[in-house]
């Protein structure tokens, strides 16, 4: 186990169209993460999971974002009628069981909305 | 609420210690601090916890002063690998998520 990863690494889609983002933590981690990252910004938490419970949701997150775990072990990030202003770096991490945890990160999803 | 993190970029060369620091306008349950590269996922630093309890690398130190509500990362004796993108990561007692400061970009040069 080689650390989180994401899936795709870049993705270039047109205004209005629907993307969908995968991250698959590492492997005995119950806590999973998605934040989105802008140049010069730090990352911004979208959401997060334990197992398979989603336990937060920012109120940033418009109704176009949803975010699932099932099983409680890979998960995905949908992005659905996309504007310019979600083009980003979406980054998922992972951590064991708790808030004392450190969280790994993965390399990330590039958006760019077109 | 966003931590605020200081100063926004300091240039260092080897050798230089550097500070930085991370202010929140809330009570904390815990701190985390992350490097981050160019291009590249942000990595585990340190964390340090409210009652004293802290984890994390073992050339770099950190302090959290709950009271406050404040954070420093301490880098000594740096080096050219040091060069990067800080970012401190804030949890409150009631929430699981951490909220990020903008970065304190720091170069280490020969």
């Known amino acids: 186990d080689t650390g989180v990863s994401q899936d795709p690494r870049h993705k270039i889609t047109k205004r209005g169209q629907n993307v969908t983002f995968r991250c698959d933590p590492i492997s005995e981690h119950n806590r999973l993460y998605w934040y989105r990252q802008t140049l010069g910004q730090g990352p911004e938490f979208l959401t997060y999971?334990?197992?398979?419970?989603?336990?937060?949701k920012s109120r940033l997150l418009s109704d176009r974002f949803s975010a699932e775990r099932p099983k409680g072990s890979f998960s995905t990030l949908e992005i659905q009628r996309t504007e310019q202003g979600d083009s980003a770096m979406y980054l998922c991490?992972?951590?064991?069981?708790?808030?004392?945890?450190?969280?790994?990160f993965g390399p990330g999803t590039r958006l760019t909305v077109t | 609420q966003q931590p605020v993190q200081s100063p926004q970029a300091v240039i260092l060369r080897e050798g230089e210690d550097a500070v930085i620091n991370c202010s929140s306008s809330?009570?904390?349950?815990?701190v985390h601090w992350y490097r981050q590269k160019h291009g590249e996922a942000p990595v585990f630093l340190m964390i340090l916890l409210k009652g004293g309890e802290q984890k994390g690398h073992d050339k770099i130190s950190a302090s959290f002063n709950e009271k406050k509500q404040q954070s420093s990362l301490y880098l000594t004796a740096s080096q050219l690998s040091y060069s990067g993108t800080y970012f401190c990561g804030t949890e409150s007692p009631s929430a699981g998520k951490s909220t990020f400061g903008d970065g304190t970009t720091l170069t280490v040069k020969p």
């Open positions: 809330k009570a904390l349950y815990s």
């Open positions: 991490a992972s951590s064991w069981d708790s808030r004392r945890d450190e969280q790994y």
């Open positions: 999971f334990q197992n398979e419970a989603q336990l937060e």
